[in-house]
Nanobody, 117 residues
Framework: QVQLVESGGGLVQPGGSLKLSCAAS????????MNWYRQAPGKERELVTS????????DYADSVKGRFTISRDNVKNTVYLQMNSLKPEDTAVYYC??????????WGQGTQVTVSS
């Protein structure tokens, strides 16, 4: 069955870094655009960043541009999110998402990121 398993979340001080991973299985990973979303308490889920199937194209929300980097390994079937210069407003549950050519979508269970001193 399809699985997206996130890891790497946790508590970090402002200005710190975290690297999230999302291991995929049960579908043809290289055929899917991969995305990271996040949802803060009381807010709607928002798209943070995307990476194309080959990894050649990326896109970022303005709020994370220059601080976050998405990457993928189509051999390991894993997508990563390197988060630097973290701010308290980055606190959220981060979700891995896969979107196929025909808009089929899969979601991970989420991983909590808390930025606090």
């Amino acid at each position: 069955q399809v699985q997206l398993v996130e890891s790497g979340g946790g508590l970090v001080q402002p200005g710190g870094s975290l690297k999230l991973s999302c291991a995929a299985s049960g579908f043809t990973f290289s055929s899917y655009t991969m995305n990271w979303y996040r949802q803060a308490p009381g807010k709607e889920r928002e798209l943070v960043t995307s990476i194309t199937r080959t990894g050649e194209g990326t896109d970022y929300a303005d709020s994370v541009k220059g601080r976050f980097t998405i990457s993928r390994d189509n051999v390991k079937n894993t997508v990563y999110l390197q988060m630097n210069s973290l701010k308290p407003e980055d606190t959220a549950v981060y979700y891995c998402n896969a979107r196929g050519l025909y808009s089929q979508m899969y979601w991970g269970q989420g991983t909590q990121v808390t930025v606090s001193s």
